[in-house]
């Protein structure tokens, strides 16, 4: 009776996985295919889940006649600069604020960064959106990157691994004299690094996906993300299915490598960062 | 002089550990707290982002109260927040149990379901779209297991917010599939073992060990459910842009258009603050709700 249950238990865990599976692949994979299909097979009926005749005329006509590497370079440098920034202040901050350091007020100012976590984006919005202008940075890449600097979370994950340095490594850097800058570089840094590089590919791909803003602060096509072309696109050729599938798989591309070559790295900052706390 | 700075820094290098504060602070107080205190400003005026602002007290709060638009953007929004943070949370908690220690399996599928979750909202937005056409995939997938699809759910009020809520728990369960199983495997193994030499059946051991025991978790995923289903823009505006008949309009979107497209700045604010006081007051009631007994 016990077996039984336990087989009956198997199969179902499998089955659930599978189905799971497939609902979730079944969408994907259909992005895919249908980017490979000509306007006409698109619409049939019932539909090819599969080009018969695959073809990639859907991004020769994206490459050729949308700035779509234009795109792609603004997307670039955006997320890299937004994700070296976001790591390296996080991790200056997080060492700050850290049990290697005491001094007054340190735990006000912790908690006071967290406390940002809670103010949704649209509060700061109209603000950020009048000193941009001040600023004359709208339209420009500038504009999307400050707001991107530096998040609370990194802060927060940092402090967290900091914390967990020996502090004896520091103080033996102190006794052979070793500048403080010099052991944030030489010591904490390294030791830090699995974390520092969880963080890169998180808010790297966070600023990837972004759109909220981006939509805000960029008019000019010329320096529109590729999210943005992304949601363009499904206004303007609302009906050209194929070349919007075709932007949507190219615009994943990168995340999706990203994912492949970091995934269990991934998915552990991704779920570390709240359940220590 | 020197007492005062034998308090401040108990050891010399401490600091360091001020000036490294420094940059970070400045820059929260520079992007977070400056706009706040701004937006608290220009919520008590007439502003529309060209001419001075106007002076109108509590007059964007009470129009708001009024307006329709607003209301019904709370509405939609409660809609989307409970059914959402419902589902991710019961459904991907049962999931979890289910996978929980089916080490083989775990790995492939775990990297599946977090597939979505890494796509950018916009690139989901695209699919779903097309996959709702009627006739289309979905139609097709119903009519295998013998379900007529006849319209495009997208487009008819009543059934737009649920289109876009059964892609936003495809989007995201597989997040909290594994936010639970990471919190299941932090249960020590003796919890069961002890539970087992009581002779506790299944459902007693999720009763006295699994749940008590996943307060921690529990609180965190229904705090990060709640804060990013509420902040949730980018599908209503991709998706169905609010529409039919406002029946997808949300309160981000709302503030956005009336910010950006109808440049009522100081309702904007209003909106928005009223936004921000719902998040901490949901949040604090949620630390309340599942705070651990004994920590």
């Not at chain 2, 638009?69 to 709370?74: K, T």
């Not at chain 2, 299944?202 to 749940?211: C, L």
């Not at chain 2, 910010?259 to 100081?266: H, T, V």
């Amino acid at each position: 009776m016990e077996r039984l249950t336990g087989v009956l238990l198997r199969v179902l865990r499998y089955a659930l996985i599978l189905a799971l599976g497939i609902a979730v692949l079944v969408p994907l994979l259909w992005m895919v295919s249908s980017s490979f299909m000509r306007h006409t097979e698109f619409f049939a009926v019932p539909i090819h889940w599969l080009p018969h005749q695959a073809n990639a005329e859907a991004y020769g006509r994206l490459v050729l006649e949308q700035p779509f590497a234009r795109y792609y370079m603004n997307s670039i440098v955006i997320s890299v600069v937004v994700s070296l920034s976001s790591v390296f202040f996080a991790t200056l901050t997080g060492f700050a604020l850290s049990s290697k350091y005491s001094f007054a007020g340190k735990n006000a100012v912790f908690v006071f960064i967290l406390g940002t976590m809670l103010l949704p984006f649209e509060l700061i919005m109209i603000p950020l959106y009048i000193m941009m202008r001040a600023l004359g940075l709208l339209n420009t890449y500038g504009a999307v990157i400050i707001p991107g600097l530096l998040g609370a979370f990194g802060v927060f994950l940092l402090r967290q691994t900091i914390n967990e340095i020996p502090g004896d490594l520091l103080d033996a850097g102190r006794i052979d004299g070793a500048h403080e800058l010099i052991l944030f570089a030489r010591i904490v840094m390294p030791l830090a690094m699995p974390v520092m590089a969880a963080l890169l590919i998180f808010t790297f791909v966070g600023s990837w996906n972004s759109y909220f803003w981006p939509l805000v602060v960029i008019n000019s096509e010329r320096l529109r993300t590729l999210t943005l072309a992304v949601a363009y696109m499904q206004g303007y050729y609302s009906t050209d299915y194929p070349l919007v599938m075709a932007a949507a798989v190219l615009s994943s591309l990168p995340i999706m490598l990203v994912f492949a070559f970091s995934q269990r790295f991934f998915i552990q900052s991704m779920t570390l960062s709240g359940l220590k706390g | 002089m020197t007492s005062g700075r034998a308090r401040l820094f108990k050891r010399p290098w401490d600091v360091w550990g001020l000036i490294f504060v420094i940059p970070g602070l400045a820059y929260f107080i520079g992007i977070f707290i400056y706009p706040t205190v701004r937006t608290i400003g220009i919520s008590f005026t007439d502003y529309n982002l060209f001419t001075p602002p106007v002076w109108s007290g509590l007059h964007n709060y009470a129009t708001l109260f009024q307006q329709g638009i607003f209301l019904g953007s709370v509405k939609v929004t409660a809609i989307y927040v409970v059914v959402i943070g419902v589902a991710n949370y019961v459904l991907p908690f049962l999931v979890a149990l289910l996978l929980f220690r089916s080490r083989p399996v775990l790995g492939i599928g775990r990297a599946v379901f977090f597939l979505p979750v890494i796509l950018p909202w916009v690139v989901v937005s695209a699919i779903w779209k097309i996959f709702y056409l009627s006739p289309g995939p979905i139609g097709f997938l119903l009519g295998l297991v013998g379900l007529s699809y006849p319209v495009n759910v997208l487009t008819y009020p009543g059934t737009a917010l649920w289109g876009i809520i059964a892609t936003a728990f495809w989007k995201s369960f597989g997040f909290y599939v594994v936010l639970f199983l990471t919190g299941l495997n932090a249960i020590p193994e003796t919890y069961y073992e002890a539970a087992d030499m009581d002779g506790a059946n299944a459902i007693q051991r999720f009763r006295s060990v699994t749940f008590p025991l996943m307060r921690s978790t529990s609180l965190f995923i229904a705090t990060v459910n709640f804060i990013g289903a509420i902040k949730e823009f980018d599908p209503f505006q991709v998706m169905t842009a609010g529409g039919p008949a406002r029946a997808t309009y949300v309160l981000t979107l709302f503030i956005y258009e009336t910010a950006f497209k109808f440049l009522r700045m100081g309702r904007a604010a209003a909106a928005s603050l009223i936004m921000c006081a719902a998040i901490v007051l949901v949040t604090v009631l949620q630390f309340r709700l599942f705070r651990p007994e004994r920590d």
